[in-house]
């Protein structure tokens, strides 16, 4: 048996933020038992704590479905687990991903507040047909943002970024995410993630949904750590490239699905994000 810790991400509300379940000391498990322990437990993901030669701790991420190299929230699930248990060693310290060594950075005060630096920005075109991903949303194309570009992002792990018209159109949103790999024919495994400047609370700047590949086994993101860093990176890039760094911007997301996740997105010349955490439960898989 594998005791897993329940976490909640990005909300100090139990049931309210995005839940990550983390194996602490998982050196005794093989691959294959942390993706049949992922698949059990369910969550988007479940990341498992080893040691490592090359930082303070390595972090391997699974799906139900299969392992990604990073993940925001399962990070924050796991370092707050390892706060929780007093294994971490100083309050600035590094992680191994599958994104490469990453800082992180602890802050307490009324409540734990969580930073990791996210990898080095990335974009690519989307050539697929947009007609068809607004349909597989559950939109029409009027609805998608005109003066925005739809493309490729990743700050550790690649989403697809959906610029949306109105803040209306994500409560009516049906994904068939079954669709998404013929029309990401380029990246056929990735996660689409839409987004808009409308708001329901004045101190986000950004408001979106997170979509999951048919393939990881889920469906929806309650709040997405790595695809909200790449929309830092994408406002910096796309919306204001003239805006005055450093800059944070807060994005809220899962309120269509009754969460309310908040990710603060750190935009200077890396990109970073933070949040808080909580504990929930801990079961035996």
């Known amino acids: ?45 479940t990341a498992f704590v080893l040691s490592s030669a090359v930082a303070d701790f390595r972090i391997r991420y699974f799906t139900p479905g299969h392992e990604t190299p990073l993940c925001g929230h399962a990070t924050m699930g796991s370092i707050y687990a390892l706060y929780r248990a007093n294994k971490l060693p100083a309050h600035d310290f590094t992680i191994e991903t599958g994104a490469g060594i990453l800082p ?18 990335q974009f690519a075109p989307f050539i697929g047909s ?66 808009c400047l409308e708001t329901q609370f004045d101190e986000a700047a950004m408001h979106a949904r997170h979509f999951s590949s048919p393939y990881s086994g889920t469906t929806e993101d ?5 695809a909200s860093g790449v929309m830092g990176a994408y406002y910096k890039e796309f919306i204001d490239h003239k805006k005055v760094l450093p800059y944070t911007l807060v994005v809220e997301q899962g309120m269509e699905i009754d969460k309310d ?3 603060y997105v750190h935009v200077d010349k890396t990109i970073s994000i933070s949040g808080t955490a909580v504990f929930v439960n801990s079961f035996e898989v």
């Not at 329940?6 to 839940?19: C, E, L, Q, V, W």
């Not at 992180?104 to 920005?121: N, S």
């Open 1 to 45: 048996m594998v005791e897993v810790i329940h976490i909640d991400a990005f909300s100090n509300t139990p049931g309210k933020g995005n839940p990550a379940g983390v194996v602490l000391e998982a050196e005794r498990l093989d691959e294959q038992m942390m993706q049949d322990i992922a698949k059990r437990v369910g969550f988007n993901e």
């Open 104 to 121: 992180i950075h602890i802050e307490e005060g009324d409540e734990v507040r969580i930073t990791m630096q996210h990898a080095k920005p």
């Open 130 to 195: 947009k007609i068809a991903l607004a349909e597989a949303l559950g939109l029409s194309e009027q609805e998608l943002a005109s003066d925005l570009p739809i493309v490729y992002g990743s700050t550790g792990a690649w989403t697809l970024l959906v610029p949306v018209k109105k803040l209306a159109s994500f409560a009516k949103m049906t994904p068939q995410i079954e669709r998404f790999p013929a029309i990401l024919t380029d990246r056929p495994t990735c996660s689409v993630h839409p987004f």
């Open 222 to 226: 309650v709040a997405t750590g790595t």
């Open 261 to 263: 996740g908040r990710i």
